[in-house]
């Protein structure tokens, strides 16, 4: 059980967009619906920000948002803001009914 | 409101047992499934367990030798057990409420547990 892949760190502008990759493969992301994201700040708990690849909790601005081709899901944040910097996980149900999470991605508002 | 509270000791010795229970509110706990999630120091997050509503589990397969958890439905709480501790435990523990299969929409504060002799 390998955790997905996810690049360790992006950066944007504020106003940007930028979007992040989570890989894996067909008994993960690419066999299951079940795709979700979320934003961590410093000393807290995650926030879920995406479910179900690309549904957004009540909520949760519409400057998130998800989708997913073959084994590889993305996460895009348009019109980036300075509240945005924090890390961000993947996340995915698999074929053996386990869960694993991305490695994380550090996004830096400059 | 929906609330998960962790709680149990900060502090384990290694070789020993790791407990820790999840305390639910605002919610029909016996409706959902739960899970245990970890995360250690300034690394990523690690699913470790789901307890289903019909008391069945699902582990994750590196740790599952020393891993148990439960619930008890009368008090809306849920537990974990990890035994044989080492260093490489060391992490903030999390329980939260998945959606079915799908995303964790609730998660408890987290708590640091240490191992350290």
């Known amino acids: 059980q390998s955790a997905l892949t996810q690049p360790a760190s992006v950066s944007g502008s504020p106003g940007q967009s930028i979007t992040i990759s989570c890989t894996g493969t067909?008994?993960?992301?690419?066999?299951?619906?079940?795709v979700s994201w979320y934003q961590q700040h410093p000393g807290k708990a995650p926030k879920l920000m995406i479910y179900d690849v690309s549904n957004r909790p009540s909520g949760v601005s519409n400057r998130f948002s998800g989708s997913k081709s073959g084994n590889t899901a993305s996460l895009t944040i348009s019109g980036l803001q300075a509240e945005d910097e924090a890390d961000y996980f993947c996340a995915s149900y698999t074929s053996s009914s386990t869960r694993v999470f991305g490695g994380g991605t550090k996004l830096t508002v400059l | 409101q929906v609330q998960l509270q962790e709680s149990g000791p900060g502090l384990v010795k290694p070789s020993e047992t790791l407990s820790l229970t999840c305390t639910v509110s605002g919610v029909s706990f016996s409706t959902y499934s739960w899970s245990w999630i970890r995360q250690p120091p300034g690394k990523g997050l690690e699913w470790i367990a789901d307890i289903y509503y019909s008391g069945s589990t699902n582990y994750k397969p590196s740790l599952k030798s020393r891993l148990s958890i439960s619930v008890d439905t009368s008090k809306n709480q849920f537990s974990l057990r990890l035994s044989s501790v080492t260093a490489a435990d060391t992490a903030v523990y999390y329980c939260a409420k998945p959606l079915g299969d799908g995303a964790f929409d609730i998660w408890g504060q987290g708590t640091m547990v240490t191992v350290s002799s």
């Open positions: 067909s008994s993960d992301v690419g066999g299951y619906n079940y």
